[in-house]
């Protein structure tokens, strides 16, 4: 049979930055329990903390949103034959991901940043665009935070032209986006000559709908799931009731 008594105890406490804590600790001078009782319960306090959870440097981040973005084209290319993938990321200047389909290529640049995409990088993905063997080039800022102000580029969804050619600006959007984005591009430069600013602003609006509409959706079926998991969670809690 356990015997439960009180204790009068003084707890040291250590946190970081982030608000986890780093060490928790029962001071020895100002407690009344014995020295081996003590020695437990700190050992059993520490290891139960859970450790901080590392923070990312700018290129851990980077190389993570590049290789979602790859995976997701991997697998249009799976069951699109004709949808070529290559990794450029190591080829100076050729942008993150190069993608071959119908007779066009086309230039992927993947940011993560946790601010605006600065101009400069901006700038560096358009000297990619302008190389001759791209027809067509995405540039996605898989964060939040979009582009700098002074780029004009409007989240999240925006088309321009550079260099007489399209060019996609996505921030924070679905993945499954990225293939009606291509293909539309595409679309635009095999009907016409000479690519329309108009044009390209008529159907960056009918993409942005689209997106809307997937977003709506998502969230729609989110809010099923929470529902549901309430009503299972209540179904439970009524069967043990019943018992």
Do not use: W
Not at 204 to 233: F, G, P, V
């Amino acid at each position: 049979m356990s015997i439960e008594k009180s204790y009068t105890v003084t707890l040291k406490i250590a946190r970081n930055e982030d608000g986890s804590f780093e060490s928790v600790r029962l001071l020895k001078g100002r407690s009344q329990l014995t020295e081996d009782v003590l020695v437990i319960l700190n050992k059993t306090l520490q290891e139960s903390l859970i450790p901080p959870r590392p923070v990312k440097t700018t290129i851990e981040l980077g190389n993570d949103a590049e290789q979602m973005i790859m995976n997701h084209l991997l697998l249009i290319s799976k069951v699109n034959s004709n949808f070529n993938v290559n990794d450029t990321s190591s080829m100076t200047g050729h942008g993150d991901i190069a993608i071959s389909y119908q007779s066009k290529k086309i230039c992927i640049e993947v940011k993560n940043y946790t601010k605006p995409v600065p101009m400069k990088e901006i700038e560096k993905y358009h000297r990619s665009l302008a190389l001759p063997e791209y027809d067509i080039g995405i540039i996605i800022q898989v964060g939040e935070c979009g582009f700098a102000r002074e780029s004009g580029i409007r989240s999240p969804i925006d088309i321009q032209i550079q260099d007489g050619k399209p060019s996609a600006y996505l921030t924070a959007i679905n993945l499954e986006m990225i293939y009606p984005i291509i293909s539309l591009l595409i679309t635009n430069i095999n009907l016409n000559s000479t690519i329309d600013q108009n044009e390209l602003e008529s159907k960056r609006k009918a993409l942005l709908q689209m997106y809307e509409k997937i977003t709506d959706l998502r969230n729609c079926i989110e809010a099923q799931k929470k529902s549901i998991a309430k009503m299972e969670a209540l179904v439970d809690e009524m069967a043990k009731l019943s018992t």
